[in-house]
Nanobody, 126 residues
Framework: QVQLVQSGGGLVQAGGSLRLSCAAS????????ISWFRQAPGKEREFLGG????????HYADSVNGRFTIAGDNVENSMYLQMSSPKPDDTAVYYC???????????????????WGQGTQVTVSS
């Protein structure tokens, strides 16, 4: 069974920084696209960005491009979301998710993701 285990999150001041982690199995990390999503109260789940390690592809949503960075570690089999200069509008529950191993590329739609982390709350104070 595929498991994605998230860590990090919590309260951060606007303009600060925060890193979220998503630990996967070696099989998942090396074969699947792993992406980050978030969902704020009353809003739809939003794609933030993702990476497929096997093809060296990384994509970002316009809303976070230049502020958030996705990085992978193939020793730890973990994906990270580095949040720089977060804003109060970034307050949400953040999720990592993985596609099946045969899915090509890094899809933007959450429907394409099969496995999900448990979610972690990020609150940005002004």
């Amino acid at each position: 069974q595929v498991q994605l285990v998230q860590s990090g999150g919590g309260l951060v001041q606007a303009g600060g920084s925060l890193r979220l982690s998503c630990a996967a199995s070696e099989r998942t990390f090396s074969r699947s696209a792993i992406s980050w999503f978030r969902q704020a109260p009353g809003k739809e789940r939003e794609f933030l960005g993702g990476m497929k390690w096997s093809i060296g592809a990384t994509h970002y949503a316009d809303s976070v491009n230049g502020r958030f960075t996705i990085a992978g570690d193939n020793v730890e089999n973990s994906m990270y979301l580095q949040m720089s200069s977060p804003k109060p509008d970034d307050t949400a529950v953040y999720y990592c998710a993985a596609t099946g191993p045969r899915r090509v590329g890094v899809p933007f739609s959450d429907d394409e993701y099969v496995y999900w982390g448990q979610g972690t709350q990020v609150t940005v104070s002004s």
